[in-house]
């Protein structure tokens, strides 16, 4: 249970350095753990859940609001009793970015993969509608997993339409705030306009950024390997970075 309600969740198989996984938009848990689980679980304790109205929970009446998704997230974390590493993609990452801002204790670093603070930073997209072609197949992988049934694909589509449109409207001077160590991360054609990304990245301080050439929204999927090198260094190695020439990081303390 997170919040009073019913939800799927993995917890961590033993201890030590964690991950938390947060899944993208019509998606779930299975599809970040089926794509870096098999490498990360080599170093790292996995954790993850599958947020309401996605994947093997069930929806409630209410909109999808990523405030409501953040407290979702800050009772599992809570849950689990140690500070982790939070990895989001899409909605999953605009999430973290959430978490990172109202409960810095709870998280070690955040790594946001294909995240957008503002929904205006988004590239004018082809909205994902009941009558679009691909929704059938959709409704039927949604429905493998929901308890909610196939019926109420069409209604999980409509609520995170709306929030893509109304949310997220963070601020640079929010994104200033950001206390604990940030990696950006995007496919050089992802959903999010570079020079939002690039604001996102300069925006936090002492983050740090990974555009992936020849990659779209799919970054993790498409370059696996590539993407699973760039997390673990960052989770793993001092921040920040030891660099030959630093002149965006000045001389500070490197924490490990």
Request: charged share 25%.
């Amino acid at each position: 249970m997170l919040n009073d309600h019913p939800t799927w969740a993995l917890l961590p198989q033993r201890k030590g350095k964690t991950v938390v996984l947060l899944h993208g938009g019509l998606s779930s848990s299975a599809s970040l753990l089926r794509v870096l689980g098999p490498s990360l679980s080599k170093q790292f304790a996995l954790a993850a859940f599958d947020r309401r109205g996605h994947g093997r929970t069930a929806d409630t009446d209410e909109p999808f609001t990523f405030d409501a998704m953040a407290d979702e997230t800050i009772a599992f974390l809570e849950l689990l009793q140690r500070r982790v590493f939070l990895l989001g993609h899409s909605d999953g990452a605009n999430v973290a970015l959430l978490v990172a801002l109202r409960r810095p204790d709870l998280l070690k670093r955040v790594v946001l993969v294909g995240a957008n603070y503002h929904y205006k930073g988004l590239v004018p997209m082809k909205e994902f509608t009941p009558e679009s072609d691909g929704f059938g197949d959709f409704a039927r992988e949604y429905a493998k997993q929901s308890p909610d049934g196939i019926e109420h694909a069409a209604v999980v589509v409509g609520k995170s339409a709306h929030l893509v449109k109304t949310e997220p409207t963070l601020t640079v001077a929010k994104l200033r705030t950001i206390s604990v160590p940030v990696l950006v991360m995007s496919g050089d054609d992802d959903v999010a306009r570079l020079e939002h990304t690039v604001s996102l990245y300069e925006s936090i301080p002492e983050s740090q950024l990974a555009v992936l050439p020849g990659t779209s929204h799919a970054v993790m999927k498409e370059r696996t390997k590539e993407s699973v090198r760039t997390i673990r260094r960052f989770f793993l190695d001092p921040v920040p970075p030891v660099t030959e020439y630093p002149l965006r990081r000045g001389d500070h303390d490197v924490t490990h």
